[in-house]
């Protein structure tokens, strides 16, 4: 096990502004754990810091596991997709992770039958829809079956019906075990798929509880006002 994660008074500092204060937190194993926060909060920086992407300023970012190749991936809002079909994007990230060529098409072909894409295998991976190539870069993640998948606003430019099938994928991704954790902005999302939640204002760890305590009875004024939606973004 990779888990848990501690983060131990971690600053990220850019162009001179401090993007994140001294946070700490230790992210366990089991409950899905939502990140929220204004725009500007803070939450991909720290997403990206836990993922290994970014380097903090100052303090510590600690796996219980020194190995973590393969145990933990990350999706971003607008994924990266190669000029290849949609298959060939899952059997690439296999042969990244040094998984035998003669396993990576049936693993890559499952994975995209778990995410609704079979259909889709031959297809150039740039002419398929925004929900479709969200799904293609979970089916990525999916293949390599991660202790620990990273969610960056995963539905934020996505339609009502593209959003549902992402987040059946993530709940099918945590009823197999994975852990979640996922940075978004809607408040409706964070309540359907987040267990606990760490509010972030203005790079400062404000608030940590599980999911519906948070909603119900925000322990701070900062929460309070983001839940309201008189939190102004900066």
Known sequence: ???PLELKDVTFVAGGRVILDRVSA??????????????????????RLMHGLLLPANGDIR??????????????????????????????????ARVPRAERQRVALDALDSVGLAAFAPRPARVLSGGEQQRLALARAWALHPEVLFLDEPTASLDPTATREIERVIQA???????????????????RLGDEVLFLHQGHLVERAP??????????????AFIKGELPWV
């Open 211 to 224: 999911v519906e305590q948070f909603f119900s009875r925000p322990a701070s004024p900062e929460a309070a």
């Open 63 to 96: 796996w219980a596991s020194a190995s973590i190749e393969r145990k933990q991936a990350m999706v971003f809002q607008r994924p990266v997709l190669l000029r290849r079909s949609a298959l060939a994007n899952v059997t690439y990230a296999l042969k990244l």
């Open 173 to 191: 991704f945590d009823a197999a075990g994975t852990k979640i954790i996922m940075a978004t902005h809607n408040l409706g999302q964070a309540r």
């Open 1 to 3: 096990m990779i888990l």
């Open 26 to 47: 230790q992210i366990a194993a089991g409950p899905s754990t939502v990140i929220l926060g204004a725009n500007g909060a803070g939450k991909s920086v720290l997403m």
